[in-house]
């Protein structure tokens, strides 16, 4: 994700520190001491968190933030936020949802209507040409690297994984060694091939900068992401979206799987011979499949008497 400057991101409440530090209280210093050596995570406390981590009373914080010429703490939370909004809004929301009375049946339904939800805004943006396109530049291409840090790693992995029996190469970031160790393996990438950018937010900065580099190069792209306005939009050249709104975590891994799974299976329905491509993997892996030896068994005798009765009839 983006690394934001903490004393740009503070910088209205470091300056009014700065101004007035000298004249600050004994309890007031000690609370701005903390605010200076924690911006983010003071951005994400209640005015009774500060309190507590800063060892002072809840009425002392709010004064703290009146030294400062602030209405109040909700005022001094607001500018200390600016800049963090999108990285907070997750936080806010989880404060907001455990402090609501429910039960563990209630959360979990709760959550798979979330995912329901998602899913239908997702089939109802999907672009028929878009859908297309994504699907000719997977089968087309000669490599592909599915980028991915974070959960987004998780699911590029996935997404490779289903691709493999129907593509050439395809690489994920999964297991890599680094952002720049995948730059120096996609440096020999070319107009022929692809690289796939899966990101949500909170985006990762990693693989933003990675796919503005590749961009340069001319490098197809396609990406994978919640909305227009993701970073990745504006560098691929063809994007499709899911969306992966949650109450409790900054996004819904499930609905950006079950639209990954949903591209590759449009990719299997238009690969040259998949059937065989399936039934020459499984053939291959065979030997690493559980199979139950009374069921095998059963099985084998079944084709065997089966066979014979084919050539008493013939």
């Known amino acids: 994700m983006n690394r934001p400057d903490k004393q740009a991101l503070g910088g209205t409440v470091n300056a009014r520190i700065g101004k007035v530090y000298m004249n600050l209280s004994k309890a007031h210093k ?53 800049g963090f909004e999108a990285m907070l809004v997750p936080i806010d929301n989880l404060r907001s949802e455990v402090q609501r009375p429910a039960t563990s049946t209630e959360i979990i339904a709760g959550s798979l209507n979330e995912d329901l939800t998602n899913l239908e805004a997702t089939r109802r943006g999907l672009d028929p040409d878009l859908c297309n396109q ?90 994978l992401t919640d909305a227009p306005s993701s970073p990745l939009a504006s560098m691929a050249n063809v994007t499709l979206f899911a969306q992966t709104r949650r109450q409790f975590s900054p996004n819904s891994e499930g609905a950006a799987l079950c639209l990954i799974e949903a591209i590759c299976s449009a990719v299997a329905h238009q690969a040259k011979a998949p059937v065989h491509a399936a039934s020459e993997m499984t053939k291959f892996v065979l030997p690493w499949l559980y199979q139950d030896p009374l069921q095998s068994n059963s099985k084998h005798r079944a084709h065997a008497s089966e066979l014979a009765d084919m050539d008493r009839e013939g």
């Open 30 to 82: 000690k609370a701005a001491d903390y605010v200076l050596t924690n911006v983010f995570r003071s951005a994400t406390m209640s005015i009774d968190e500060l309190a507590n981590a800063v060892g002072i009373s809840v009425a002392t914080a709010n004064r703290f933030a009146r030294a400062l010429g602030f209405e109040g703490y909700p005022q001094f939370r607001a500018e200390l936020v600016s």
């Open 134 to 223: 994504a699907v000719r530049m997977i089968l087309n291409a000669e490599r592909i690297y599915i980028i991915g840090y974070g959960a987004s790693g998780f699911l590029g992995g996935l997404m490779a994984h289903s691709l493999d029996p129907f593509c050439n190469t395809v690489q994920s970031t999964m297991g890599t060694a680094g952002p720049s160790t995948v730059a120096r393996q996609l440096f020999k990438y070319t107009e022929k091939d692809l690289v796939i950018g899966i990101s949500f937010p909170r985006y990762a900065d990693d693989v933003v900068t990675i796919l503005r580099q590749l961009k340069e190069k001319g490098v197809p792209i396609l990406a």
